[in-house]
């Protein structure tokens, strides 16, 4: 296992830390910013960055960037609860969902989208649970919570929240089969040259 990541997986993680830096702020977007994209950084993360330090630095970047916005840029901390501390597990999820994806079902091959979508939907799935859940659950914010109001809740911001983070990994995944293909032509034009 390697801790530090190599110069390749350096950038992208700097590239991630980056879109980060640029979408946390706004986690639904509007006309001039981007929607949070921090579910699938951590998903992109965990395939491209798995045994590296990346994870916790990917981490505290989250929670630094929701800090700086609540006590200098006037957010609302309506979501910071005690069950703020359960995104650890829900980024997690995300993570090992997309390391998990990258050592079981990747090959450089279109065959591997379906797996990949699949993986993605469900992590995403799994982790928008989690902090949701622990939120509506932990977070102090309803006299008294019950399952039906849970599921509608659920319900109501789970399509934008997983389908935000979807459409990401998609782009993700759509620059990752470009550059893997503009490898394999590199790659075959020098061996014929």
């Known amino acids: 296992m390697k801790f530090l990541p190599t110069a390749k997986q350096s950038l992208i993680l700097l590239a991630l830390m980056l879109l980060m830096l640029a979408t946390r702020y706004h986690h639904f977007g509007t006309v001039l910013h981007l929607p949070d994209a921090s579910m699938a950084i951590f998903f992109v993360a965990g395939f491209y960055l798995a045994g590296t330090v990346a994870l916790p630095l990917l981490m505290l970047e989250a929670g630094l960037i929701d800090y700086i ?77 019950h399952f039906a109001e849970f ?17 990401y990994i998609a782009a993700f995944g759509a620059v990752h089969a470009m550059g893997v293909i503009a490898l394999n032509g590199k790659h075959s034009g020098t061996a014929s040259a």
């Open 69 to 145: 916005a609540i006590t200098m840029a006037g957010v609302s901390d309506f979501c910071v609860t005690p069950a703020y501390s359960m995104l650890v597990i829900a980024y997690g999820v995300l993570w090992y969902g997309g390391a998990l994806y990258a050592r079981a079902f990747y090959k450089p091959q279109l065959s591997s989208a379906l797996p990949a979508g699949l993986m993605a939907l469900t992590s995403c799935l799994l982790s928008f649970l989690v902090s949701n859940g622990s939120f509506y659950w932990m977070g102090g914010r309803y006299a008294e919570p």
């Open 151 to 167: 599921v509608a809740r659920f319900m109501q911001y789970m399509p934008s929240f997983v389908g935000v983070a979807l459409a």
